[in-house]
């Protein structure tokens, strides 16, 4: 945002806010704000309306049993009796905004996200994030008994949310329950190409999974490194002395995500399968995405906050607990990477930004490590 002046306000935020002090069933009056959306209509801020009109501008919104009711110009509405009222004179009103990449209370590398489903979501809530997607991680492969187990540790949600669901294997089940669920209304499923030895899975699984998306109308989602060449780079790393923090982003470089985000593509189109490469950090990656969309492909880039925000140098620091904080697969890249990357964004190169939030603390980093006693243990 270019202009300075003001705060921002989210609708969202100020509903919750509301709701401490009067039922859901009370009115709420927003009056004054300066509203920000993606387009001139307000179709996608305001869904209950059928002729909604411009929507930027200084504005007042009516909210009624939790939907927006009412988007005028100042002076055309008053607030009802009893109405909740926020001046929001001065500041920016947007939509609540959408993570749609998160890893709450996520069992990976001996540890477990520390970032449960209420901690979580309450700190999204206060940065004006409303509602967000995770990633529901299959139990011993079997992704029916991943979901009730997420399901359980989402009874503590205090936010909407929805799921997405990991693939890491594949067997003659597998399709069936893609299909079961489906039907519970998760529609998008996570292959990885990396994690030799955990979550990867084989071209030839990959294959089959997108082939069961295509055919049952889902939507593939790729994490997008090359396993087997990242193996090969972690030894390298091991063999020349460097095992700290610093030796994951050297094993895993930018040309190794823009293999496998290539290759994913292709793949796809082979099976004709809707693509959602997820996390992109680098150029090359952001360039397969690119050009693939240029074809007529169906594929969606999505960024993360970290890859327009921050650069590799943190990973050298000297003092393990910073270093280890910036460890992430794919690795945060340089300086040249993330400017590129987020003009991407900014451009329609890439569609989507998240998060990707998985949180593991220091403690948990130098638990992860110490069995290797290397970088390669680092939860993330």
């Known amino acids: 945002m270019s202009r300075s002046t003001g705060f921002l306000l989210l609708v969202g935020i100020a509903c919750a806010h509301a709701a401490i002090h009067h039922s859901h069933d009370n ?3 927003i009056k004054g704000g300066t509203t920000v959306s993606t387009s001139d209509e307000c179709i996608s801020l305001l869904p209950s309306l059928e002729q909604a009109g411009h929507c930027e501008g200084v504005r007042d919104i009516l909210i009624q049993g939790g939907k927006i009711t009412k988007f005028e110009k100042p002076g055309v509405i008053e607030a009802p009796e009893g109405a909740y009222v926020i001046d929001a004179s001065g500041k920016y009103v947007f939509p609540g905004g ?4 998160t890893h709450l209370e996520m069992p990976f590398m001996g540890q477990q996200a520390c970032d449960d489903f209420q901690s979580g979501q309450e700190a999204a809530l206060a940065g004006g994030t409303t509602f967000h997607i995770d990633f529901a991680l299959p ?7 991943g979901h009730e187990m997420y399901k359980e540790k989402a009874a503590k949600s205090v936010m909407d949310y929805g799921f997405h669901m ?5 067997n003659d089940k597998m399709g069936a329950d893609m299909k079961t669920l489906a039907d519970r209304g998760i529609n998008s499923f996570k292959f990885f190409l990396a994690y030799k030895g955990a979550l990867m899975v084989t071209d030839e699984q990959f294959i089959a999974g997108m082939q069961v998306c295509k055919d049952e109308g889902l939507v593939a989602m790729v994490h997008a490194e090359n396993g087997d060449a ?7 790393m091991i063999d020349a002395g460097i095992t700290g923090p610093e030796g994951h982003p050297l094993s895993r470089p930018a040309i190794l995500e823009g293999e496998a985000t290539g290759r994913a593509i292709r793949l796809a189109n082979f099976t004709g399968a809707p693509l959602y490469v997820v996390h992109v950090m680098s150029i090359d990656a952001m360039e397969e995405v690119e050009r693939a969309r240029e074809r ?8 993360v906050a970290s890859a327009i925000t921050q650069e590799e140098s943190k990973v050298w620091d000297p003092d393990f607990k910073i270093a280890a904080q910036y460890v992430m697969s794919p690795p945060i890249r340089s300086a040249e990477h993330r400017d590129k990357v987020k003009a991407g964004l900014a451009t329609g190169k ?3 930004i998240a998060t990707d939030h998985a949180v593991f603390n220091s403690t948990q980093k130098e638990a ?3 069995p290797k006693g290397d970088f390669r243990g680092l939860p993330h």
């Open 368 to 370: 992860g490590e110490a």
């Open 27 to 29: 009115d709420l009056f």
């Open 230 to 236: 990242v193996a090969v780079g972690q030894k390298r």
């Open 98 to 101: 959408i993570d749609p990449h």
């Open 166 to 170: 990991a693939i890491t294997t594949w």
């Open 296 to 303: 007529g492909m169906n594929v969606i880039g999505e960024t």
């Open 139 to 145: 139990v011993n492969g079997d992704i029916l008994a």
């Open 350 to 352: 890439l569609q989507l």
